[in-house]
């Protein structure tokens, strides 16, 4: 692969990143929290909207980068791997949430239905897998689906929070919406500013992490879609897992849940996003038998998380805790097989 970076350069690229997405996400919680009760959207929709879309930037970057340098297994694995590795995040959580289950804690109607419209979500490209020779110009048709099945479950979420059928039972371990405990003296507008800042940091930690990942896979010979689905997302994901473990830390479960399912949904838009930047063809036909391996698994990850939502294990890590990095794991060990 030509013009790209040495191995020396990409692995200090990423582990640059990796330092940089750490540091801002702790900020980035904070700020997400006080906004959610500034604009009384709510913890979970907070969660999705600014946190999710944020701390997929990264990702957003990295797919691109990967996409317009011809390298179509890389590119669909990155958001298909974001959506896995940070799934796995929450059985990392839950270790740091000694009280409950942290699913049984943070469960809500906004969490469990955005659960659901990912796992929708996820099929369409395995459609789109069976159909690789139809195009709209270069890109599937079912490409076209997700981001309108995207904005509709958005919709479907504002309305259920508005006037909810049904809600989950409260016990002692119920996640409580936090209370705006922030300096009042800092105004809404600085905090939008301050998002936008954050936003902008590790936004451009994105095009770092997709030159070295492209980079460690022309240094090393890893299969592509391998690649960015681990190595690569495990960095870009860092800022979920940050801002999950510090929701986590202040009480505010609902948040960090909703980050880790909102940013998992908003990831599923950058599927489109990288049919479209690759322009040899549809990026299905292109990316290989490996990368449907890595959708399917993903798929089954977030169905053991909408079922973990609903059953709510009251104590420790409840079976979704342990489930889905064994279906991680598996996954991984399919795609290498199938590269």
């Known amino acids: 692969m030509t ?4 191995l020396w350069a990409s692995l200090v690229g990423l582990v640059a ?10 900020k980035l919680t904070r700020t997400a929290d006080q906004l959610a009760v500034r604009t009384g959207m709510g913890q979970a929709l907070a969660g999705a909207l600014f946190l999710g879309a944020v701390t997929s930037l990264p990702g957003i970057i990295t797919t691109i980068t990967g996409a317009t340098a011809g390298d179509a297994g890389f590119a669909l694995a990155n958001p298909v791997g974001g959506i896995a590795v940070q799934t796995v995040w929450l059985a990392v959580a839950d270790l740091v949430y000694r009280r409950a289950n942290l699913e049984h804690s943070a469960a809500s109607l906004e969490n469990l239905l955005q659960s659901l419209v990912l796992a929708a979500i996820l099929a369409v490209p395995v459609a789109a897998y069976a159909t690789p020779e139809l195009a709209i110009g270069w890109i599937h048709p079912a490409t076209l689906a997700i981001p309108v099945l995207y904005g509709y479950g958005l919709y479907l979420t ?5 006037e909810p059928m049904w809600e989950p039972v409260e016990t ?6 936090s209370e705006d405990d922030d300096d009042e003296r800092v105004p809404t507008k600085v905090l939008w ?12 930690t994105g095009w770092v992490i997709g030159q070295s990942g492209l980079g460690l896979i022309a240094a090393t010979g890893w299969p ?9 997302t495990a960095i870009t994901s860092l800022p979920e897992l940050v801002t999950l473990i510090a929701a986590v830390r202040m009480g505010a479960l609902t948040l960090g849940v909703g980050n880790i399912i909102g940013g998992n949904l908003f990831d599923s838009l950058m599927i489109p996003v990288a049919d479209a930047a690759y322009t040899d063809g549809t990026i299905y036909e292109a990316a290989g038998p490996s990368s449907l391996v890595l959708l399917g698994g993903t798929a089954l990850m977030t169905a053991v998380l909408a079922a973990g939502l609903l059953v709510r294990e009251r104590k420790g890590i409840g079976f979704e805790g ?3 990095p064994a279906v991680y794991g598996l996954t991984v ?3 290498i097989a199938a590269s």
């Open 193 to 204: 500013r301050r998002l936008v800042v954050l936003a902008g940091i590790v936004g451009v």
């Open 224 to 232: 592509s879609s391998v690649t960015g689905f681990t190595v690569t």
């Open 3 to 6: 013009g790209t970076w040495p």
């Open 322 to 324: 342990l489930a889905i």
């Open 172 to 177: 002692p371990e119920t996640q409580r919406e």
């Open 333 to 335: 060990a399919g795609a």
């Open 17 to 26: 990143s990796g330092a940089i997405i750490v540091s801002a996400g702790w």
């Open 158 to 162: 504002n309305r259920m929070r508005a």
